[in-house]
């Protein structure tokens, strides 16, 4: 049988070991801006690999979600 992981837990951030579940935490928050992700996540802070990834999460939310 084969463990089944929630999309929420899939690791977005390898550097700091961030989840998709800190990211949308932080951006139901206000983190609205990559630079706030940053601050608050530390995601995106590493390497950058996961620059682009972070700022299509946090576009889609801000666009499905409407914070703020």
């Known amino acids: 049988m084969e463990d089944v992981i929630s999309e929420e837990y899939r690791v977005v951030c390898f550097?700091?070991?961030?989840?998709?579940?800190?990211?949308?935490r932080a951006i139901q928050a206000g983190a609205d801006t990559?630079?706030?992700i940053k601050a608050d996540t530390c995601a995106s802070t590493g390497c950058g690999g996961c620059k682009?990834?972070?700022?299509?999460i946090?576009?889609?939310e801000l666009?499905?979600?409407?914070?703020g």
């Open 52 to 56: 682009w990834d972070v700022v299509a």
């Open 15 to 24: 550097c700091h070991n961030v989840m998709l579940l800190d990211l949308l």
């Open 63 to 67: 666009k499905d979600k409407k914070y």
């Open 34 to 36: 990559l630079e706030k």
């Open 58 to 60: 946090i576009e889609q």
